[in-house]
Structure formats: structure tokens, C-alpha cells
């Protein structure tokens, strides 16, 4: 168990929707990263935050996105599904934003869009 | 042409092969080098890290950096049932920031 938790586990929608995926970090850590792993793409970095402001983005499509509240957990916002959305979605924390530390994952969020 | 290439196998071994995992990069600035492995059904876990070249070893596990080539190794010695899962190289460039992950290698060890 790495202390990340993600919120739900599964969810099944329909294209057009709108979802809301969460994360709580591990105690103390203050940075949250949001990856999205896909068969075709594999594990894809999408946006990063520290200490509620967002740090570093990646390939994080305009529909989506997220934030991160005082308490430090994190919420990825996903709008207009696609069918191509579907996907596994993790977040990952660590102590700091800069430093060399270990990116500690989560079980995922497994997103199914029908 | 993604940053990091990776193999997806899937690789399938009998219980205690050895085993050599490859990655390959693009970005000459990457300096940190990850293997994560991920068991079904859950999120990627860090196994071996590596900063720069050269080899680093932890138990039956050893990692391989050669920044001349761009390539990533991850030897698994006496390979166990247990092994089976992917395995998923990743870089960055600094400290810090995001990873950049190879699509994984699916390894199955049967016994």
C-alpha cells in the first residue's frame, strides 16, 4: 500500500459526460502528479501540482482538468467524454516539488466510456 | 518517436531464467532513470533507480544505464512466479519533474 488513495475505483459513463476523479495524497506530501495510462499511449503524464498551484503540464487535453485543495488532495476534472478517454488514471505524490524523490502511485481510477 | 521505447513482449520465462528488460531514450538530457513495476490491477510501484550511467544492483535485480547508447537495461536474476507483472522503464530530465514512461514489458514467469 503506498498511502495514495483515488476515489472511485471504477466508473462507467457515457460519452458527453462529465466526471470527477480524486486523490489524496500520502500524509505530508505535497506535491500530486496525474498520469493516464491507455494500451496504445501507455502511462501518460497530464499535470502536476504543489501546494495547490499547478506546476508542470503535460499532455492534458483541454476538457480535462484538475486542481488541488488546502487540504492537499487533488481532483481531475474529465468534460465532454470521448470513447478515447477511457482509460486508467493515477495520481502519484511526493514530498516536494523539486528534489529527487520517489513518485509513490495510487490504484488508479479505471474509466470506462460507452 | 516517443522519448522512451520499451518492448511491450510479452516475455514469457520459466522460473529461474534470467531475465533482461530493455528501454531505449532519445532525450540526451534525460539524467534520472527509473524501473517501476506494476502487478495487475494496481499502480506502478518504483523497483530500481539509477542517476546518470552505470549499473546499480538491489537483491536479484539490476539496473544498467549507458548514456553513450541511450539505453536502459533491468537484469532479473533467478526469476520467481512472484516476477510476473509489468515492468515499466521511465527518465526525466531533472529532479522533480514528471516522468516519461516506456509503454511497458509484460513478463510472465511460469513455474
Known amino acids: 500500500d503506498s498511502g495514495v488513495t483515488q476515489t472511485p475505483k471504477h466508473l462507467i459513463t457515457a460519452t458527453g459526460q462529465r466526471v470527477t476523479l480524486r486523490c489524496s495524497p500520502r500524509?505530508?506530501?505535497?506535491?500530486v502528479y496525474w498520469y493516464q495510462q491507455s494500451l496504445d499511449q501507455g502511462l501518460q503524464f497530464l499535470i502536476q501540482?504543489?501546494?495547490?498551484?499547478?506546476?508542470a503540464k503535460g499532455n492534458i487535453l483541454e476538457r480535462f482538468s484538475a486542481q488541488q485543495f488546502p487540504d492537499l488532495h487533488s481532483e481531475l476534472n474529465l468534460s465532454s467524454l470521448e470513447l478515447g478517454d477511457s482509460a486508467l488514471y493515477f495520481c502519484?505524490?511526493?514530498?516536494?516539488?523539486?528534489?529527487?524523490?520517489?513518485?509513490?502511485f495510487g490504484p488508479g481510477t479505471r474509466l470506462t466510456v460507452l | 518517436q516517443k522519448e522512451v521505447e520499451q518492448d511491450p513482449g510479452p516475455l514469457s520465462v520459466p522460473e529461474g531464467a534470467i531475465v533482461s528488460l530493455n528501454c531505449t531514450y532519445s532525450?540526451?538530457?534525460?539524467?534520472?532513470f527509473m524501473w517501476y513495476r506494476q502487478y495487475s490491477r494496481k499502480g506502478p510501484e518504483l523497483l530500481m533507480y539509477?542517476?546518470?550511467?552505470g549499473n546499480k544492483e538491489d537483491g536479484r535485480f539490476t539496473a544498467q544505464v549507458d548514456k553513450s547508447s541511450k539505453y536502459i537495461s533491468l537484469f532479473i536474476r533467478d526469476s520467481q512466479p512472484s516476477d510476473s507483472a509489468t515492468y515499466l522503464c521511465?527518465?526525466?530530465?531533472?529532479?522533480?519533474?514528471?516522468?516519461?514512461f516506456g509503454k511497458g514489458t509484460t513478463l510472465s514467469v511460469s513455474s
Open positions: 532525450n540526451s538530457a534525460f539524467q534520472y
Open positions: 521511465a527518465s526525466r530530465p531533472q529532479a522533480g519533474t514528471a516522468l516519461i
Open positions: 500524509s505530508g506530501d505535497l506535491s
Open positions: 502519484a505524490s511526493t514530498p516536494t516539488s523539486g528534489g529527487d524523490n520517489e513518485q509513490f
Open positions: 539509477t542517476y546518470s550511467s
Open positions: 501540482y504543489y501546494n495547490g498551484e499547478e506546476r
